[in-house]
């Protein structure tokens, strides 16, 4: 069973083409990245598969199911991890908010979602998905006091203690140093091991040396699989430039 499977998805805002005749599909353990100008549609795509909006046509199947009944099987990390620095929250209670429910089996929904303590079986999915991320040692550190390498790490384990079969990352190294990006990918090409990644990302040149397959998004959707024939990668006159780099970048790969 494939993971994800998109096909002839076309969606618009308001009679306002966004996508259009999206195919491409995405196998265990593979990593796939989303790349192409700002408004080209990334976002949208992503809110499509985590059933956010609905398409105008066509159809996304996760591991068989409608995106909205296969929520509970993704993990998904935002962009934007440095909201509320000041808020003295810890490292654990922000990875204790990936997914307390099956810990607390048999508790009502009001202890569910105001715990008056952490159980053992949170404590330990913490410290487990935190070992995974390299952060085990930060359990106490307040979030704000972290650099944003650290912090993206932290948001990735709260993600993993969903115990997703796919996670989703919205541009995960937008705010961290060269260094800490290596890092980061490094992370996610290991956890591949685990789950399908996938991965929205600007970073052309650190990108094509992690991902699997790369699905260009301007308005129309172009995939290309790293390790096979490109599907459909074309250059018409007056795309935008990263196109052009995109292209030089991935004919150097072959």
């Known amino acids: 069973m494939k993971v994800l499977e998109v096909e002839d998805l076309s969606f618009s805002y308001r009679d306002e083409p966004v996508l259009e005749q999206i195919d ?14 700002n408004g080209g549609g990334k976002s949208t795509l992503i809110k499509l598969i985590m059933g956010e909006l609905r398409p105008t046509r066509g159809s996304i199947r996760i591991l068989g199911s409608d995106p909205l009944s296969a929520r509970g099987r993704i993990g998904y990390v935002p962009q934007n991890t440095n909201v509320n620095l000041e808020f003295p929250i810890r490292v654990l209670d922000v990875v204790m908010m990936g997914n307390r429910a099956p810990h607390r089996e048999g508790e009502s929904l009001l202890q569910r979602l105001f715990p008056v303590r952490y159980n053992e079986g949170e404590r330990r999915c913490a410290y487990t998905t935190l070992q995974k991320v390299g952060m085990q040692d930060f359990l ?20 993993l203690c969903a115990h997703p079969e796919m996670l989703i990352l919205d541009e ?15 992370l996610l090409k290991d956890l591949t091991k685990e789950m399908s990644i996938v991965v929205v990302s600007h970073d052309l040149s650190l990108i094509t040396d992690y991902a699997d397959k790369v ?3 301007n308005r129309e959707g172009y995939l290309h699989d790293l390790h096979a024939t490109p599907i459909r990668l074309e250059t018409p006159e007056g795309k935008h430039f990263c196109e052009v780099e995109m292209m030089q970048m991935l004919g150097e790969r072959r």
Do not use: N
């Open 24 to 37: 491409f599909t995405l196998d265990k353990h593979e990593f796939l990245a989303i790349i192409g100008p």
């Open 140 to 159: 106490e550190r307040r979030i704000g006091d972290l650099s944003g390498g650290q912090r993206q790490r932290v948001m990735i384990a709260r993600a």
């Open 172 to 186: 995960p190294t937008s705010s961290i140093d060269a260094k800490g990006q290596k890092e980061i990918f490094d």
């Open 215 to 217: 699905l260009y998004l």
